[in-house]
Structures are given as structure tokens and as C-alpha cells.
């Protein structure tokens, strides 16, 4: 606390107790005078919340941009990169090309899913931010995580629902989205 | 060589995520990324211009959750040109469902067959 600030709360005490015993006019006057105070105390706080974002928001600047950059070029590459090798893997068992990438995506999801339950995918998350997220893995795994996290509330309103938690708004805006695309399409 | 373009275009998309992330000042956690990347998709999709960075990149471009927007979205368009609005409400999740139903399943597998770390 400021000299300034401790200065107000001695006289905000001051006036309050002159409030308190006062009648009619004369409270009406020092109510006048405390609400002054109390409003240059919002005006300091106010200050001092500035103050902190200017300084959060400079140091939040020191994130190592170009390391997140890279981890997050290399690790989503190299998901996708295993996707296209899956892709292959399929045409040539006689999948046709959109199948043979649907296929592609369940396996990725399953792999997703099966490196969170290890606790794997959450390590390599911390370094690749992005780049684990984005791939149809990191939407696997924000599906898995929540059901594996709320196990202990139970099947019903542990897994069952709390496994919606990041998937629900997905879905609902990518049908959402999609909802007006086909209604656009049709109209124009 | 197909390997080398997912690899690039998969890449650049999580890069460009990564930057969303870290250059905004807002709070950007991993479910505004999700929800971004599936709307991205289906806005590009029904543009049309998502059709060329599947071309191009094959699963670079399919593998990132906007390629998840592009299926839904065009599965929306699909069932509008066939059925009208009936097609266009059943299109999209329609397309996506397989991928949706892939993620329920193994995640509640997951929930199932592993413990909770901590």
C-alpha cells in the first residue's frame, strides 16, 4: 500500500465515523465527502490495475516465440506427415483417396487417444503447444483427457458428460458453420 | 515427396496456430484454438479454397481440425444440393460423424482402460 492510499483509508475512517454521528444535513454533507474519497480510491486501484496489466503484458512478451514456432512446425509436420503415411498405407490396401483419409483420421484419433491415456501426448504437448493441438490428435485428446480426468466423478456425469467439454463447442460450431455454408451454397 | 508437402503445410498451419496463440493478447487456450481452426475450415471450405490446400498438401491439409471444418462443411453442401434445408441440417454431421464417433469411442476407452495421472 501507497502513502497516498494509507492517507485515504485514514481519512475515509475519519469521515465515515463524523457519518455515523451526525444527523440530517450535516450526514448528507460528510456521505458527500466520503463517496469523493471513496471514488479516488476506485481512481488509484483503477491505476494500479493498469499498471499491473502494462507490466503482465510485458513480461508475457518473453514467451520464446521462435522455440514455440519451431516445436510447433516440426511436431504438427511430423503428425501430419504420419497421416499422409497412413493415407498410402490404405490406398494401397484398394481404399479410394477420401476413404482412405477418413481411415487415416480414425487411426491418428485412436493413436491420440491411446498416447493420452499413456500420459505421453501431455508431455510432448507442453513443448509443441500448437502444433499438438491442432492435428485431429489434439482433438482426440481433448476428448480423452476430459474423460480420463472426470473418471472419478463417476460414468455418468464424470466421463459421460464432462467428455463434451472441448469436444461440445467443436461440434457445435463446426455444425454450426457448416449449417450456413450449405444454406449459402443453396441460395446463391 | 507428398510426405514432404504434409509435412510443410501441416507444419505452417500449427505454426500459424502457434502465433494466434502467442502474439494476441488474449487468453487463447486449446478449445478457442479447436473451435477456430473447425470454423476456419468450414468458412474456407464453402469458399472453396480449402479444395487446393488438399490438392496440394494432401494430409497436411486434412490432418489439422480445419481439414475436420472442410469435411463438415462440405458435407453440409452435398446434402443441400441433394435435399435442400433437410440436407443442409443433416450434411454436415453426417460427414463428420465417423471422425466424432472415432474420438467418443477411443476416449471413453481411454477413461476406461487408463488411470488419471496425480
Redesign the interface.
Known amino acids: 500500500m501507497t502513502d497516498q492510499e494509507r492517507e485515504l483509508l485514514r481519512r475515509h475512517q475519519d469521515v465515515l465515523a463524523r457519518e455515523a454521528g451526525s444527523r440530517g444535513r450535516e450526514r448528507a454533507r460528510w456521505a458527500e465527502k466520503r463517496k469523493e474519497i471513496e471514488q479516488a480510491q476506485d481512481a488509484l486501484l483503477r491505476e494500479r490495475g493498469r499498471l499491473y496489466l502494462v507490466r503482465s503484458?510485458k513480461t508475457?512478451a518473453k514467451?520464446p516465440?521462435v522455440k514455440?514456432?519451431l516445436?510447433?512446425?516440426?511436431?504438427?509436420?511430423?503428425?501430419?506427415?504420419v497421416?499422409?503415411?497412413?493415407?498410402?498405407l490404405f490406398q494401397r490396401f484398394g481404399l479410394a483417396l477420401k476413404d482412405a483419409?477418413?481411415a487415416?483420421?480414425?487411426v491418428?484419433?485412436?493413436i491420440?487417444?491411446?498416447l493420452?491415456?499413456?500420459?505421453v501426448y501431455?508431455d510432448i504437448g507442453k513443448r509443441a503447444?500448437?502444433?499438438s493441438?491442432?492435428?485431429?490428435t489434439?482433438?482426440?485428446n481433448?476428448?480423452?483427457s476430459?474423460?480420463?480426468?472426470f473418471?472419478?466423478e463417476g460414468f455418468l456425469y464424470g466421463?459421460g458428460a464432462k467428455?463434451f467439454?472441448?469436444?461440445g463447442?467443436?461440434?457445435l460450431?463446426?455444425?454450426a458453420?457448416?449449417?450456413?455454408?450449405?444454406?449459402?451454397?443453396?441460395l446463391f | 515427396m507428398m510426405l514432404l508437402k504434409a509435412f510443410l503445410l501441416g507444419g505452417l498451419i500449427c505454426l500459424a496456430a502457434q502465433l494466434c496463440m502467442d502474439l494476441t493478447p488474449f487468453q487463447v487456450t486449446p478449445a478457442h484454438v479447436l473451435v477456430g481452426m473447425v470454423a476456419l475450415g468450414a468458412v474456407l471450405s464453402g469458399l472453396g479454397l480449402y479444395q487446393p490446400l488438399l490438392d496440394w498438401g494432401g494430409s497436411g491439409a486434412s490432418v489439422p481440425l480445419s481439414g475436420f471444418g472442410h469435411v463438415m462443411a462440405q458435407g453440409a453442401i452435398e446434402g443441400a444440393r441433394e435435399d435442400g434445408l433437410m440436407g443442409a441440417l443433416r450434411g454436415g454431421l453426417t460427414a463428420g460423424a465417423a471422425g466424432i464417433s472415432a474420438a467418443l469411442l477411443t476416449g471413453f476407452c481411454a477413461s476406461v482402460f487408463f488411470k488419471p495421472k496425480g
Not at chain 1, 516445436?71 to 506427415?81: D, K, L, Q, R, Y
Not at chain 1, 497421416?83 to 498410402?88: A, E, L, S, T
Not at chain 1, 493441438?133 to 485431429?136: A, C, K
Not at chain 1, 476430459?146 to 480426468?149: P, Q, T
Open positions: 503484458s508475457a514467451v516465440l514455440n514456432m516445436w510447433a512446425f516440426g511436431v504438427g509436420g511430423v503428425i501430419c506427415s497421416g499422409q503415411g497412413f493415407v498410402f483419409s477418413a487415416s483420421t480414425c491418428l484419433i485412436a491420440g487417444a491411446f493420452t491415456g499413456l500420459g501431455d503447444g500448437a502444433g493441438i491442432v492435428p485431429v489434439g482433438f482426440s481433448s476428448i480423452s476430459a474423460a480420463l480426468e473418471k472419478r466421463v467428455i467439454t472441448v469436444a463447442p467443436v461440434i460450431y463446426g455444425v458453420v457448416s449449417i450456413v455454408v450449405g444454406l449459402v451454397d443453396l
